[in-house]
């Protein structure tokens, strides 16, 4: 494969990635905004446990014991850590797409084709550290869609 074979704009690439970088940026502060309203929501959501029950296990930053948390609460945790996994991974698959969209780029500018396929190559892998998430068909017990909704 010869660099005729590329098409690569260096600037063009440059500009997307500095915007795109700009947007993954904000995912940090994102989830910590999330994080901090889901918690709120769990807090008001109130407690089946009786006062007298003595307060035990891990407390959440606002001070609310595990044994104290609600149904609601609870499936709220539940929901939020299944998606906050979703964000810290979207934020590592951003920002390892981006690296890998420069290095890639900086390996054909000088000209070594080799290195920037394997660039792309490597970009492609999930981020240290994750599993890329499954991506398929919801489970059976949802059903196909029909008329727009799951019967």
């Known amino acids: 494969m010869g660099k005729k074979d590329w098409d690569i704009d260096p600037p063009g690439v440059r500009d997307v990635v500095r915007k795109t970088g700009e947007t993954a940026g904000k995912f940090e502060a994102e989830g910590k905004a999330l994080s901090s309203l889901v918690e709120s929501a769990a807090g008001s959501a ?3 446990v009786a006062d007298s029950v003595m307060r035990k296990g891990p407390q959440t930053a ?6 104290e948390m609600g149904p609601v609460a609870a499936a709220l945790a539940a929901y939020f850590q299944d998606r906050g996994h979703m964000l810290a991974f979207m934020a590592a698959r951003s920002g390892k797409s981006l690296q890998g969209a420069i290095q890639a780029t900086t390996e054909y500018v000088n000209g070594d084709l080799d290195m920037a396929a394997d660039a792309q190559r490597t970009a492609l892998t999930a981020p240290e550290g994750f599993e890329a998430p499954r991506v398929g068909p919801p489970p059976p017990a949802f059903g196909p869609l029909k008329d727009g909704y799951r019967k």
């Open 46 to 48: 109130g407690t089946i």
């Open 62 to 67: 606002s001070g609310v014991y595990a044994n």
